[in-house]
């Protein structure tokens, strides 16, 4: 009886979608890929607009020490996939969400607000999950 117990409770947990910090697992659904595609061209079609002036902004934060005092700092986002990516920033405790375009074999920077965030993307067919305290430059690499 309590193997039986014992494996429907393997079971039951292995059928969570519980993840650690950092992880990527398979996708098991099938979603509406036709979705992910026009909402990537529409951001990058507004990720184009100051993108010079963002540039200057996230390089301003690399090359400078950090100031705890500031309350923003950049982020750079390496996408070594073969697949168009969305990478999604969900800041907690307030109402900030950022979403940032990434093309297949490239990278795309921003400048966020300091603080503990939510990074979530779909990378081909795998998702990357992560919680981060975002307080000085974040420079990340991705790839499927």
Known sequence: MRLIFLFAFLFILSGCDVLPAGSVYR?????????????????????????????????????????????????????????DMIFRMVRLNKNLIYNLPIARNSKNQFVVEKGNYTLKSKICNANYYSQKNIIEPLILKLSN
């Open 27 to 83: 996708s098991t659904s099938s979603g509406s890929g036709s979705n992910e595609r026009n909402e990537f061209a529409t951001l990058m079609a507004k990720d184009k607009i100051n993108k010079d002036k963002v540039t200057a902004e996230v390089l301003t934060y690399l090359l400078n020490d950090s100031d705890p005092k500031e309350s923003r700092t950049a982020v750079v986002i390496t996408n070594n996939s073969n697949c």
